[in-house]
């Protein structure tokens, strides 16, 4: 009989048995196979080399969010109340097995979530399917680390996405490099560095470099200069998600609060819908989605149906938008807002847009 069966058998023989002397030692007898069949299923679907292929999880929408996490924290619970998809909850560990999409709609944009299996120690070196799970992750606009508060383990999380070349809440080192005819290796900075240039230039030469000019613009550690020269790391912002909240008491939420400090870590109960919203939000903002609507020559706004864009685009990223003639026929926008100098402003196509401006595009006909 295959283990899940006969973990079921032994829950349901549990829910039905009474507590009393007389049956007090076949219910330890129970539960501790009980324990011992859920650490066997575990290390089967470990073993279970069922890939994960990326075929299954074309982008779609606005934004890639995944759901990075030990098992059994509950990513697929958040995930079902999160999207419109459906996702299998277990109280065993590897219940996700697969790569599984939904659609999240906020403020007018649609939001990509990735649900996934959990992520374990060695999962960059491949473990339990992680070298899958990890590159679907490096290709996302955001990750939601999930804890619960029996796993507070974030240490193994951050070295796993680390050893696969993720770097979070991190923006790229500003550095370039240009190769030279001659001359060796030249290493200058536009700001004065913590870190010894010549430590950088020996560096460089371990790393096959020989003739080039690499110009610093900001204060750098060895280990960002590593990944510069590394090349193909990958920086992507993310949100420390606490779950379970509804098992807690007020004093361990002191206390996280206090010991996650830096991460200001949002507090939720999937299982209650609690602090979701409060994600919601944090998301929209974490990924650097902001909404612009259109203002047509006649009739109304609608206000429903946003252009949704990221921090720092401009009106010619407004055109693109929209159609890729916008751009050459665009004669000027005007805006009101946040961004506008005064309501109405007229602006160029590199005028950056804000969260919620209203743009009217002028265009040749
Ligand atoms: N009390 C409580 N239990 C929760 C909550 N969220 C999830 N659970 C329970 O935690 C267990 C694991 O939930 P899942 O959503 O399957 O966890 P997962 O992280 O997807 O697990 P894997 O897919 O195995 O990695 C289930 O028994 C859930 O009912 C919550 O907010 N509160
Ligand atoms: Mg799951």
Redesign the pocket.
């Known amino acids: 009989m295959d283990i899940e069966k006969r973990i079921k058998e032994i829950e349901d023989e549990l829910k039905i048995t009474k507590y009393n002397k007389s049956t007090e030692k076949h219910i330890l007898k129970l539960k501790a196979r009980l324990t011992f069949l859920k650490k066997q299923l575990e290390e089967q679907k470990i073993r279970e080399k069922k890939r994960i292929s990326r075929e299954g999880v074309k982008k779609q929408g606005d934004a890639r969010v995944s759901l990075i ?10 995930f079902n109340k999160l999207t419109n998809a459906k ?10 097995l697969d790569v599984l999409p939904g659609i999240l709609k906020y403020k007018g944009a649609e939001i990509q979530i990735l ?1 996934m ?2 992520l374990i120690e060695g999962a960059a070196k491949g473990r339990g399917n992680g070298r899958e799970i990890l590159s679907i992750a490096r290709d996302s606009d955001l990750l939601l680390l ?1 804890l ?1 508060i029996y796993n507070l383990d974030l240490d193994t999380i951050l070295k796993e996405l680390y050893d696969f070349g993720i770097r979070i809440n991190k923006r790229k080192p500003k550095i370039t490099l240009k190769r030279t005819e001659k001359g060796g290796i030249n290493i200058a900075s536009t700001v004065p560095l913590s870190v010894d240039k010549e430590l950088l230039r020996s560096m460089a030469w371990e790393f096959g470099y020989r003739n080039e000019d690499i110009l610093i613009k900001e204060d750098i550690t060895a280990e960002d200069f590593l990944d510069f020269l590394a090349g193909n790391r990958v920086y992507i912002p993310a949100i420390l998600v606490i ?5 807690a008491d007020e004093n361990i939420v002191k206390e996280l609060t206090k010991r996650f400090e830096k991460w200001d870590p949002v507090f ?5 819908k609690y602090g979701i919203k409060e994600l919601k939000e944090r998301m929209f903002t974490a990924i650097g989605l902001i909404r612009v609507y259109l203002k047509p020559q006649s009739g109304k706004i609608d206000y429903d149906a946003p252009l949704i864009l990221r921090r720092g685009d401009t009106i010619e990223d407004v055109c693109n938008s929209i159609h890729r003639d916008f751009v050459k026929k665009f004669r000027y926008a005007m805006v009101w807002g946040k961004s506008a100098k005064y309501p109405g402003q007229h602006v160029g196509l590199d005028h950056r847009v804000e969260d919620e401006d209203i743009v009217r595009l002028v265009i040749r006909k």
């Open positions: 996490g030990p098992p059994s924290v509950g990513k697929s619970m958040l996702s299998e909850v277990g109280d065993y560990a590897f219940t996700t649900d299996p959990g999930v619960d779950n379970k909240i509804d098992l939720i109960s999937a299982q209650e």
